[in-house]
């Protein structure tokens, strides 16, 4: 009878203390709630757009004289396509005389579920929009004379702080009382000091006024202006509207978190250590002879230089040594899917792609390239590739897109670069490069390999990057491929036989299907033209 009691009075003892740890540790923040909904914009919007569209009727009577060679470089409304017609049709021709090809990309789906995958593509592109653009990206238009003065831009904040909005002022206008309304949409407004015979109302609040019959004592009150920003977003921009009697102006400012840096600690300085920058990455496929031969040329010139592999093949055979990571993939996995994991898995500052068909030569200087991105802002340089006939590539491309209606985008691919590159004669400012380059590890990262690009694929890895990826190419630093000449009278290894039915399947197959089906709905093109 004792010892229940005692138990029963244990548990009531524990209870309490549960109940009043329970109370202490209750979250006693109130959380507002927010609306991250995808819709469109915020009213200011809509609100600019109108403003903008408001003609001078007496400018519509003034004629004008078209400037064809001008006029003809704008954009269009939507985009086309178009081949070159005509040339010879001889062997080599292509790559003596290149010729410009277009294909529709809309061939990579049947007719009868075209409509449907258009439907779809456009959902999704709408929802991208919305949550790739910000009100930073709408057009503002400052009125002539406005005697308003504000910032531009460059006024930025990070979500949830406080601000002093710089350069707000109002410029002599012939009155006796002077008023200023200031309104955000995302934040609220305040002073962080007071000034005498200046009249402040909505103070705390997303809409202020201030007033006052001295311009000086309004004007200094201005200088003191703050911004706080209440909704949490991690990039995005609020639309200000700054206004006095009879004039309007419109500013954004700009909310986000900073970036954060990814450096590398790349050693002491002096001569670069290609060890303690680069890592070299590559995929390898069945062709073991071809990936030891590689390996043994890289560590003539490089014996400490980390080597990852990726390797889907069917019966995976051990590549063992020194600085060498070999990652086994499921059978088949595929040429993106091997890129991607290969180039996860590294650590250093640089990655330096090349095949498993590829030899290190002495012309294989990769110092040059770590020299190229370490005194530019390029992220990836490619370098040349010598075939077995000594016709040696560069394969630069330059990539462009031409914004179409709802048909989607057209892709212009030619072959050429920019510009030179001032300092590196030997080096040229372009979209796309051969697959033997150097790059900086976070941004190929970034930008990764389409795990759905299984077998033909390589400049899909540029596209995707277009924007990003600032690129470049050097034809002094060279590497050689391994013999791609087919002689009739030596018959091909079981191996190669098997290799060559996966890495070049006919044109019409499913690889260049899938191909296209992501250029269409993935990348949202129409089409593309090439040479
Ligand atoms: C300022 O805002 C108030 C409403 O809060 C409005 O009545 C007034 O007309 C506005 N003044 C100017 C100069 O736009
Ligand atoms: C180069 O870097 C590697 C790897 O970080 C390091 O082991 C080696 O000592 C470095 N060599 C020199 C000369 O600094």
Not at 240 to 259: C, D, L, M, N
Not at 418 to 447: E, M, S, W, Y
Request: hydrophobic share 40%; charged share 20%.
């Amino acid at each position: 009878m004792r010892s229940l009691r005692k138990t029963v009075l244990l548990a009531i003892l524990v209870s309490v203390v549960l109940v009043l740890a329970l109370l202490h540790s209750w979250p006693t923040r109130a959380y507002t709630t927010v609306d991250v909904w995808q819709r469109t914009g915020p009213i200011a919007e809509r609100h600019l757009e109108e403003r903008l569209l408001e003609p001078d009727h007496r400018l519509g009577n003034i004629p004008f004289r078209v400037r064809e060679s001008v006029a003809s470089l704008l954009a269009r409304n939507g985009c086309v396509c178009e081949g070159e017609s005509g040339g010879v049709n001889l062997p080599f021709a292509q790559l003596l005389f290149p010729r410009v090809s277009a294909h529709p990309l809309h061939t990579a789906f049947e007719a009868s579920e075209l409509e449907e995958m258009k439907r779809r593509r456009a959902k999704e592109y709408k929802s991208f929009q919305k949550r790739s653009q910000t009100p930073a990206d709408v057009l503002i238009i400052a009125e002539a004379n406005n005697p308003l003065q504000y910032p531009t831009q460059g006024v930025e904040i990070r979500p949830l702080k406080t601000i002093i909005i710089p350069g707000l002022a109002l410029h002599d206008l012939p009155r006796d009382h002077f008023s200023i309304n200031i309104t955000a949409t995302l934040g609220t407004l305040n002073v962080a000091a007071e000034v005498d015979g200046v009249k402040i109302k909505g103070d705390g609040e997303m809409h202020m006024t201030l007033s006052s019959s001295l311009l000086l004592s309004l004007n200094r009150q201005l200088q003191f202006v703050t911004y706080t920003n209440t909704l949490f977003h991690p990039s995005t921009a609020d639309t200000v509207q700054f206004e006095t009697e009879g004039h309007q102006a419109t500013f954004s400012i700009k909310i986000r978190h900073g970036v954060t840096p990814k450096l590398y600690n790349t050693g002491s300085k002096g001569e670069y250590n290609v060890s303690a920058l680069v890592t070299i990455a590559t995929k390898t496929f069945l062709r073991y002879d071809k990936l030891q031969d590689l390996i043994d040329s890289v560590r003539r010139y490089y014996p400490t230089v980390t080597i990852v592999i990726a390797d889907d093949s069917e019966n995976p055979k051990s590549i063992a040594g020194p600085y060498i990571e070999h990652y086994i993939m499921p059978f088949g996995k595929g040429w993106f899917a091997g890129r991607n994991l290969a180039v996860s898995q590294v650590t250093t500052k640089y990655v330096l792609w090349v095949d498993d068909d590829f030899i290190f030569t002495a012309n294989t200087k990769l110092e040059k390239l770590v020299d190229v991105l370490e005194r530019t802002t390029l992220d990836l340089v490619g370098g040349a590739v010598r075939e077995a006939t000594g016709y040696t590539a560069t394969y630069r491309q330059t990539i462009s897109i031409e914004p179409g209606e709802e048909d989607g985008d057209c892709l212009h691919m030619r072959r050429g670069f920019h510009h030179a590159i001032q300092g590196f004669p030997n080096c040229v400012v372009t979209d796309g490069v051969i697959n033997f380059f150097l790059a900086r590890t976070d941004k190929v990262q970034q930008v990764g390999f389409d795990p759905r690009l299984a077998r033909v694929a390589h400049l899909e890895f540029f596209i995707d990057g277009l924007g990003s990826l600032h690129v470049g190419s050097c034809d002094d630093v060279i590497v050689n491929h391994a013999t791609k000449i087919k002689l009739p009278w030596v018959s091909q290894s079981e191996s190669d036989k098997t290799y060559a039915k996966f890495r070049y399947p006919p044109a019409s197959s499913d690889a260049t299907h899938t191909k296209n089906g992501l250029l269409f709905f993935k990348n949202r093109f129409q089409c593309l033209t090439h040479n």
